[in-house]
């Protein structure tokens, strides 16, 4: 997407607390305690992936999307599909993005990304930071 910035990835988070299940000091009860809500967002607003799941390797997580910001107003804290993501980037100024993965099966889950998106990066693309060695 295009206004997408500050990225922040969960990618090592994620790989020792399934370090810690692997090895027995974290109970697989734990962390699959996605709850109701967390399941639901998953199946009407997820987005399917080709990450299996790393606990009970029955299906592929979904991921879901949460958006929060002060300039959603109502809409802050509810979950949004990839297509609604990128028209909301084109509304808003700026919000944050959480990326959950969620296996349906057994409730895994996990934030594995973290965005902001919004016109305010738009605008940060007219201005470019990044600077060649040259400079
Ligand atoms: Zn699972």
Known sequence: MQTQRQVVDYALQRKSLLAEVYAGRVGTMEVCDANPYLLRAAKFHGAPSDVTCPVC????????SWVYGDALKHASGSARAPEELARMANLFEEFTVYVVEVCRTCGWNHLVQSYVLGTRGLEDDRKPRRRTAAE
């Open 57 to 64: 390797r029955k299906e592929p997580v979904t991921r879901v």
